[in-house]
């Protein structure tokens, strides 16, 4: 494993750490609204600082862009580590275990290195650049499939701005029209 992927995943379980603590009491865990439908808990800023630190330790002068804090170095770096310290914190605030900690890694703007940490099924997503995609150390690889009809089809639509509802369901209804079995 790449060592800048060793820090990223060091990070991630660190995070994910922080984020079980809170889930075990959702009711005390203070949460703000940033916008329509967009929220941000302490848990959010918290794991989002444990990765930061765990990250600036090891390389102290790459560069930062965090959901929660922003950019901190910003053109001073070729490295660029981008965060997301709780994917789905909705589904974090009210219980749900469908989240996880994104956190990725370009070099001169170009994705070298990414992991998604998923805490509660302590499962964890690997890539890099020119090596593939690993599931908990195992290779996974895209579907041989190539039919709609074949597929599982999964979506998920935004939840801050819904100017584009009309668009998404007229997509998605085209990607529906797709998979349904025919009888010939």
């Known amino acids: ?16 750490n922080v984020i079980q603590r809170a889930s075990l009491n959702l009711d005390a865990v203070r949460v703000e609204k940033k916008q329509f439908n967009d929220f941000v808990t302490e848990a959010d800023r918290s794991a989002e600082q444990t990765i930061i630190e765990a990250i600036l330790d090891a390389y102290p002068k790459h560069a930062i862009l965090a ?19 709780i994917d789905g914190t909705t589904n974090f605030m ?40 690993f599931l908990n150390d195992r290779r996974i690889r895209v579907s041989k499939r190539f039919l709609m009809n074949e597929c599982l089809i999964a979506t998920g639509f935004p939840v801050t ?18 998979t349904v079995w025919r009888a010939s």
Do not use: C
């Not at 922003?70 to 660029?80: F, H």
């Not at 668009?167 to 797709?178: G, N, Q, R």
């Open 1 to 16: 494993m790449h060592p800048m992927l060793n820090v990223a995943v060091k990070a991630a379980r660190r995070a994910g």
């Open 161 to 178: 701005d819904q100017s584009y509802i009309d668009t998404y369901l007229s997509m998605l209804k085209d990607v529906l029209a797709k």
């Open 67 to 85: 959901e929660e804090t922003g950019a901190q170095g910003i053109g001073t770096s070729e490295y660029e580590w981008i965060i997301d310290p």
């Open 94 to 133: 009210h219980g749900h275990p469908q989240y996880a900690i994104s956190i990725a890694l370009a070099h001169k703007g170009q994705i070298q290195q990414a992991v998604v940490y998923d805490p509660n099924r302590n499962d964890l997503f690997t890539a890099s650049r020119g090596v593939g995609a």
